[in-house]
T-cell receptor, first 114, second 114 residues
Framework: ETGVTQTPRHLVMGMTNKKSLKCEQH?????MYWYKQSAKKPLELMFV???????ENNSVPSRFSPECPNSSHLFLHLHTLQPEDSALYLC?????????????FGPGTRLTVT | ELKVEQNPLFLSMQEGKNYTIYCNYS?????LYWYRQDPGKSLESLFV?????AVKQEGRLMASLDTKARLSTLHITAAVHDLSATYFC??????????????FGKGTLLTVNP
């Protein structure tokens, strides 16, 4: 695998379900990011991890819970979501979060909350 | 708060024609990116513009940056159908803490008709 991978690519879940999104980067980067892309809205940064430490939470509701066990893996745990949480969730990685380093994006997980 | 505005948001053009997409941003930044996104796919980095007067070209696309005017343009020359996609500009700058943050425009949906 090369670059940034995300699984699953598509997910349909009910509002009472618990699921997790997974992201893995094979670029040797130290920073990882979660973004949300909704229809007709710009990409919204959700969380930033730098060297496994969370350095930004962009006022994200607690029903989204990130986890970064090491610099290569990032998870987004989902529980009791709302229909308005349906979106494309993109993961990205970069050399570091404290410098203007280019971010490389994964293919995304298309989430539908029913 | 940094604002990034793209226009137009929708662009339908004929093959062989030229057009320009504009990206305005509200405060000084460290670098500006142009991305392409195909339907259901992730973001593909097209250009990174680092300094005032920077111009980069790849095939039928040319991007430029005027930091004094806080304006970047993406010029399309002799459009072909394969260029149909959504194009985003994104501005990278240090946020309130130590992190750099990418702020995206809403995107321009480009449709090139035969």
């Amino acid at each position: 695998e090369t670059g940034v991978t995300q699984t699953p690519r598509h997910l349909v879940m009910g509002m009472t379900n618990k699921k997790s999104l997974k992201c893995e980067q094979h670029l040797g980067h130290n920073a990882m990011y979660w973004y949300k892309q909704s229809a007709k809205k710009p990409l919204e940064l959700m969380f930033v991890y730098n060297f496994k430490e969370q350095t930004e939470n962009n006022s994200v509701p607690s029903r989204f819970s990130p986890e970064c066990p090491n610099s290569s893996h990032l998870f987004l745990h989902l529980h009791t979501l709302q229909p308005e949480d349906s979106a494309l969730y993109l993961c990205a990685s970069s050399q570091g979060a404290t410098g203007p380093y280019e971010q490389y994006f994964g293919p995304g997980t298309r989430l539908t909350v029913t | 708060e940094l604002k990034v505005e793209q226009n137009p948001l929708f662009l339908s053009m004929q093959e062989g024609k030229n057009y320009t997409i504009y990206c305005n941003y509200s405060t000084t930044s460290d670098r500006l990116y142009w991305y392409r996104q195909d339907p259901g796919k992730s973001l593909e980095s097209l250009f990174v513009l680092l300094s005032n007067g920077a111009v980069k070209q790849e095939g039928r696309l040319m991007a430029s940056l005027d930091t004094k005017a806080r304006l970047s343009t993406l010029h399309i020359t002799a459009a072909v159908h394969d260029l149909s996609a959504t194009y985003f500009c994104a501005v990278d700058m240090r946020s309130g803490g130590s992190n750099y943050k990418l702020t995206f425009g809403k995107g321009t949906l480009l449709t090139v008709n035969p």
